[in-house]
């Protein structure tokens, strides 16, 4: 992707999380055992703590699930982990998630207003298949989910450990007779406990920054051996979780755009009208930011959007200088 020019749309949003360091590879050049989400609560950075206002850009991601089914349950229905019943049981549907058309339309979006910024042509065909949500990827009721597995597939920390707890042991006893993967492949197996009928586990790079064209290189693998194997399986509806980017290190914002543009190649190629909805499913704010300042530069809005902002900056200019 070429160096964008104008600002971010989503420079004003809070950044609450560091990059995550570069992890520690034994000599034996085996791999982390976890990918995907940093271990352990990642705190929180605010606007407001630096002095300026806070920061709601991005906020209605956060309360789509609880907007869809958050009903309060009974104190003595919840579990040690002050989780109730009906939370643990309850499931998202691709029907409750936002597309790229509905985030722009709403605000969540913003267009880049250089032309230079724009890598892609409109397409609103493609915008209503891209969804962007952020919440728990166990939960998602879809055909398939993508784990950001290590080589061994035998589960580890972060998303990888989660997606293991919840489809519970049977997906360990499958995930043994697959042979382990390779950075870069994708291996399919049953979705077990979860509402997702299958899931893609996929071996993402652990980032090198004197490799970065190795490391793209098998990103990008990953997200194209997934959406083949999505094809090959008649899977219709995907949601990728954050593939390299916990502890295997990789620049969060570059990753976003490498799934952007990954996506947006496969659905404007030959296969693309056989899956449905590719859901980028995110965790963290940070995770939220890379997607709103990535998602306009690969599937912008449509060019009136653009024109009807770029009409609305010259009204402010001129508002400005007849104060």
Known sequence: MAAKRSPSPANDMASDAPPAKEPKVEESGAQPQDDGVEAGPVPTTSDESRGGAPS???????????????????????????ESRDERSATTKVSDLDTVNDLFADGTLQPYRDAEDILYPHSTQLNDKVMLWRGDITKLEVDCIVNAANKALLGGGGVDGAIHAAAGPDLLKECRTLNGAETGETKLTGGHRLPAKHI????????????????????????????KLCVDNGIKTVAFSGISTGVYGYPITAAAEVACDEVRKFLEGTDGDKVDKVIFCVFRQVDVNSYLDALPAYFPPAPRADKAAKEEEVEANEGDKAE
């Open 200 to 227: 893609a586990h996929t071996v993402g790079p652990v980032y090198s920054g004197a490799r970065k064209r190795e490391s793209e290189d098998k990103l990008r693998s990953c997200y194209r051996s997934t959406l």
């Open 56 to 82: 709601t850009a991005g906020d209605n991601l956060d309360t789509q699930q609880e907007d869809k089914d958050g009903k309060e349950s009974k104190d003595g229905d919840k579990d040690a982990g002050g």
